[in-house]
């Protein structure tokens, strides 16, 4: 349910504050997190376009996990500096009104000036929650006609995601389809990668953040407070913007997920080590050298070594958030082709910011914007004839 806290706006220009302190909260700004601000602010037309305490919580959230990973001191940052925000705000306006208390005798003049703008704000107001009225239809709280050819491995159903008071996620319900590549799309803090972390339960790192609705793998609600997590991350794997290998060795990178899950013998962690490695399309290129640092590949071979270690533990889905993003066109190519040969083992969901990469890879196609889902279908209908003219203007390049 939305609140009143959910309905009040902030300046961007609040905001290129909020991050800028929250960046300097673990002692240091890296060049990644400096990359992401300039990539929100771009998204802006001007400092003084206002927006959502949800889309901001989730800007600033998107923000903490820029460096790989978030911890509680973060989000409660996150929290203070949106509650800090508006506090201030608060007592500017206050003040503002004990001036206008002290000033009360010479503004008695003006008060039939004041009720004839009054009644023509009115009008102005109307028109303008008509206007809100018509966008806000083109905005379902969730779609409920779903189709896809096969069955669905996993199925989102009417998820609502808060952080703190602020929602970030409203009414959105998505099925996955076995064997295929679901793409989810649209502008930056729309709630792609929250929506994605939700698929593996990663969301509960983060202490403020708090989770309505079922999410269904095979017949299982993993959303359950009983269900087991390791169990969760091991059949839904994860590979995240940012190539992330661990400080080990090619091999031991590969084997590190299967020795926390299994007891494999010797003979059965290298036949696994390879098994993954190839069908990662690396081990043509590391097999002479797997003790070696993973970290001493290059970045779109760090990246597929990142997918190898997710393969390894045989999961049933692969969640990709912006797997290219830090990646040349060559190493994004061979990626890409990889997505495609590894849908035939695996459900994959993918979030990418790449119109013509969602059109290349993607069988089915999730159209969000500020925390909704506008539109789902097969990626050739959502990108040759949506059905919703706010899809229209997204994959036309006309925002976002």
């Not at 008060?111 to 303008?128: I, M, P, R």
């Not at 159209?367 to 097969?378: A, Q, V």
Request: with cysteine.
């Amino acid at each position: 349910m939305t609140t009143e806290f959910d309905k009040k706006t902030l300046t961007v220009g609040a905001l290129l504050a909020m991050m800028n302190k929250l960046v300097e909260v673990d002692g240091e700004i890296a060049d990644t997190e400096k990359e992401r601000i300039a990539e929100i602010m771009d998204d802006y037309d001007e400092e003084s376009h206002e927006i959502t305490v949800g889309e901001a919580m989730s800007i600033l959230t998107s923000l903490s996990a820029v460096d790989g990973h978030k911890d509680t001191e973060e989000s409660t940052a996150i929290k203070e500096l949106i509650e800090q925000h508006f506090d201030a705000s608060a007592g500017e306006n206050d003040a503002s009104s004990e001036s206008e208390d002290e000033n009360e005798d010479e503004t008695t003049e003006e008060a039939e000036d004041d009720e004839e703008e009054s009644n023509e704000e009115t009008e102005d107001v109307a028109e303008s929650e008509e206007t809100q009225k018509s966008h806000d239809e083109d905005i379902p709280d969730s779609t409920r006609t779903l189709n896809i050819d096969d069955e669905a491995h996993m199925w989102i159903h009417d998820l609502d995601l808060h952080y703190g008071n602020a929602q970030a996620i409203y009414n959105v319900s998505i099925p996955f389809e076995r064997n295929a590549v679901t793409a989810l799309i649209g502008p930056s803090g729309c709630g792609k990668s929250t929506l994605l972390r939700c698929l593996n339960r990663m969301n509960d790192l983060i202490s403020i953040c708090k989770i309505d609705g079922k999410i269904e793998l095979e017949d299982d609600n993993i959303m359950t407070r009983g269900a087991d997590l390791v169990t969760i991350r091991r059949r839904v794997g994860m590979v995240f913007q940012k190539p992330n290998p661990f400080p080990k060795s090619i091999y031991d990178n590969v084997a590190y997920g299967v020795r926390l899950h299994y007891n494999p013998s010797r003979r059965e962690l290298d036949r696994i080590v390879e098994s993954a490695l190839r069908r990662a399309a690396l081990w043509d290129e590391v097999s002479d050298r797997l003790h070696e640092l993973g970290t001493s590949l290059s970045g779109g071979q760090q990246q597929r070594l990142c997918i190898a270690r997710t393969i390894a533990v045989e999961p049933e889905v692969i969640l990709m958030d912006e797997p290219c993003s830090a990646l040349d066109p060559i190493a994004t190519a061979k990626i890409e082709e990889l997505i495609l040969e590894l849908k035939k083992h695996f459900t994959v969901v993918i979030v990418t910011h790449s119109m013509s990469q969602a059109q290349r890879v993607s069988d089915y196609t999730a159209f969000m914007y500020l925390g909704r889902l506008i539109e789902f279908d097969k990626t050739s209908v959502i990108f040759g004839d949506p059905n919703k003219e706010l899809t229209r203007r997204y994959i036309s390049g006309r925002f976002g």
